[in-house]
């Protein structure tokens, strides 16, 4: 079956650095996604990995290695707007979006 | 650009009634629209896939009958819950591609929370 694995919930301080892992098995692989969602609200885009290396954006970056089925997401900087689930996903061969259960990251002061 | 709306942000139903969400793309064509439910700490599960002018492709244990899916035009899609009942309050949350399947990025709405009492 397609599985998709990342921790319940982190905690971080403000100002520091927190990274975020996923590990998947899906049949096929045509990309990760991670998204940001805060509660209430619908998921945002944040990244987009489809080959092994790291996807610097500002003070989020992504890493992907697709031999060892496994994806990074680091933030850097924390502020506490940063508190938000962040969901790793990965498009599957028919081009359908398997989603993670989300990491709930709490930043405290 | 690429926004994606939803009607209603929030509805409280009765038992045995039914609810209609409407998802709109505002500036583009969506081609495809996605379905999807989310409980509360839980992850986003797709309920179903719908193409403009065709029936909907339902995941493995949806009910098509209950959950009934149109999508009427390339820029609306309607979810209704027909006869709702508690255990299908949640947060409704579709998406939108445009372009074929084999496109990357979904917009997603702001989402629906469905309340059944």
């Known amino acids: 079956g397609q599985n998709i694995d990342q921790p319940t919930e982190m905690t971080a301080t403000e100002g520091a650095i927190v990274q975020i892992n996923c590990t998947y098995q899906?049949?096929?692989?045509?990309?990760l996604f991670w998204y940001q969602q805060h509660a209430g609200e619908a998921p945002t885009f944040l990244s987009y990995n489809v080959l092994d290396g790291l996807e610097e954006k500002g003070r989020f970056s992504s890493f992907l290695s697709r031999s060892k089925g496994y994806s990074y997401l680091l933030l850097k900087e924390l502020q506490m707007k940063d508190s938000a689930s962040y969901l790793c996903?990965?498009?599957?061969?028919?081009?359908?979006?398997?989603w993670g259960a989300g990491t709930k990251l709490i930043i405290k002061p | 650009g690429a926004v994606v709306s939803q009607h209603p942000s929030w509805v409280i139903c009765k038992s045995g009634t039914s609810v209609k969400i409407e998802c709109r793309s505002l500036?583009?064509?969506?081609?495809?629209m996605f379905w999807y439910r989310q409980f509360p700490k839980q992850s986003l599960m797709l309920m179903a896939t719908s193409n403009e002018g065709s029936k909907a492709t339902y995941e493995q244990g949806v009910e098509k009958d209950k959950f009934l899916i149109n999508h009427a035009s390339l820029t609306l899609s309607t979810l209704t819950v027909t006869s709702a009942h508690p255990e299908d309050s949640s947060f409704y949350i579709c998406?939108?591609?445009?372009?074929?399947?084999?496109?990357?990025?979904?917009?997603f709405g702001p989402g629906t929370r469905l309340t059944v009492t």
């Open positions: 996903a990965v498009m599957d061969s028919n081009y359908q979006l398997i």
């Open positions: 998406s939108a591609k445009e372009g074929s399947a084999s496109e990357l990025e979904q917009y």
């Open positions: 500036d583009f064509q969506a081609t495809t």
């Open positions: 899906t049949s096929g692989f045509n990309g």
